[in-house]
């Protein structure tokens, strides 16, 4: 049966009646990006002191986890919400289809950037995506033919970088950053290359990493990569807008095809990695988790995720005015529909 997309209303028609629940949980249970934990955690810890409910239990599993573990089951033992640095995936879909989980609400939260971020102790240059392909990409094409990636300085992709070591510290397969890298950086990457150098063959390795310890899979937290990069001056991190918001007095973004990450570039759309973010509601377990219908409201509420929310100081970037006025109608239109609950 084919899946109904609603933007920012109902991601499944309901399909049939959930299963009913065994007992009620006191603590909402939220998984998924780690790039959206700093934003929930604020919002948590504000929900627990100024409401009657329990703070939510936020675990930072990373995107891909999050929603394996998110569409595992829609019994009270499963997540009630996940955080998202990218929009579900049809496979991700049919998972939670194949466990009865046939009513998801999704919502847009804002927008953030992936960046390109290094100590300001080391030297400042700008990078395009093809170059950033041949820095990161496990498999390159030398003198007509496939081999493994032999770049080891930043001087032997183009004479005009540093002669420093490639050394990116980076999300591991786990992370919706790391999907997002593939999708806005190693894809186009590869694609921007001249005609000759990427046949069929390489573009089969596009969106591949390498493994030779250039690229080192530094996990799913944010804030541990940017300390890693503040006793490694020479070495990149990818991370999100937000967390280097939060050290720009001793981290600095690398510009991407000529635009440096900002709120100006990421809100106008001209910096090329920008993305948004969502959330995600079990609707089964509104009115059976005490806390959920509030925590969304609270969580999606304009003081909160609008121009001039808490969470904009915080590092994200506020949705255009329709877009925000479309979420608030989404959630209007869910607490109506579950309110008999």
């Known amino acids: 049966m084919p899946l109904r997309r609603l933007f920012a209303v109902i991601l499944f028609a309901a399909l049939g009646a959930a299963p009913a629940a065994a007992a009620e949980r006191e603590t909402l249970r939220i998984v998924g990006s780690s790039t959206m934990y700093a934003y929930l955690a604020e919002a948590a810890e504000d929900f627990g002191r100024d409401t009657p409910f329990r703070a939510p239990v936020i675990e930072a599993t990373g995107t891909v986890g999050g929603f394996k573990i998110f569409c595992s089951d829609v019994g009270l033992n499963s997540p009630d919400l996940i955080a998202a640095s990218r929009r579900i995936t049809p496979i991700e879909e049919e998972h939670c289809l194949s466990n009865s989980i046939a009513d998801i609400a999704e919502f847009k939260v804002g927008y953030d950037g992936i960046v390109l971020a290094r100590s300001l102790e080391g030297s400042r240059f700008a990078v395009s995506r093809a170059t950033l392909w041949r820095a990161v990409a496990r498999s390159v094409k030398v003198d007509g033919k496939l081999v493994a990636n032999?770049?080891?300085?930043?001087?032997?992709?183009?004479?005009?970088?540093?002669?420093?070591?490639?050394?990116?510290?980076?999300?591991?397969?786990?992370?919706?950053?790391?999907?997002?890298?593939?999708?806005?950086?190693?894809?186009?990457?590869?694609?921007?290359?001249?005609?000759?150098?990427?046949?069929?063959?390489?573009?089969?390795?596009?969106?591949?990493?390498?493994?030779?310890?250039?690229?080192?899979?530094?996990?799913?937290?944010?804030?541990?990569?940017?300390?890693?990069?503040?006793?490694?001056?020479?070495?990149?991190?990818?991370?999100g807008y937000g967390i280097l918001k939060r050290h720009i007095h001793r981290l600095q973004g690398l510009p991407v095809e000529g635009v440096a990450p900002s709120d100006e570039s990421l809100e106008d759309g001209n910096?090329?990695?920008?993305?948004?973010?969502?959330?995600?509601?079990?609707?089964?377990?509104?009115?059976?988790?005490?806390?959920?219908?509030?925590?969304?409201?609270?969580?999606?509420?304009e003081n909160m995720i609008?121009?001039?929310?808490?969470?904009?100081?915080?590092?994200?970037i506020p949705m255009r005015a329709d877009e925000f006025a479309f979420v608030r109608e989404a959630v209007r239109e869910l607490k109506a529909r579950t309110g008999n609950r």
């Not at 910096?271 to 988790?289: D, E, M, N, Q």
């Not at 609008?306 to 994200?316: A, N, T, V, W």
Request: glycine share 10%; proline share 11%; net charge negative.
């Open 150 to 239: 032999p770049y080891r300085l930043w001087s032997d992709i183009s004479p005009t970088l540093p002669a420093t070591p490639i050394r990116i510290y980076g999300p591991p397969l786990t992370s919706g950053t790391r999907d997002v890298f593939v999708h806005l950086v190693m894809n186009p990457g590869c694609a921007d290359l001249p005609v000759s150098a990427p046949d069929a063959e390489v573009r089969d390795v596009c969106g591949h990493v390498r493994e030779d310890g250039a690229y080192v899979n530094a996990g799913e937290d944010d804030e541990m990569i940017a300390r890693r990069l503040l006793d490694d001056p020479q070495a990149i991190g990818i991370i």
């Open 306 to 316: 609008g121009p001039e929310g808490r969470l904009f100081r915080s590092g994200l």
């Open 271 to 301: 910096y090329p990695l920008s993305r948004p973010l969502y959330l995600y509601v079990k609707v089964a377990h509104i009115g059976r988790i005490p806390g959920l219908m509030e925590f969304v409201e609270r969580f999606l509420a």
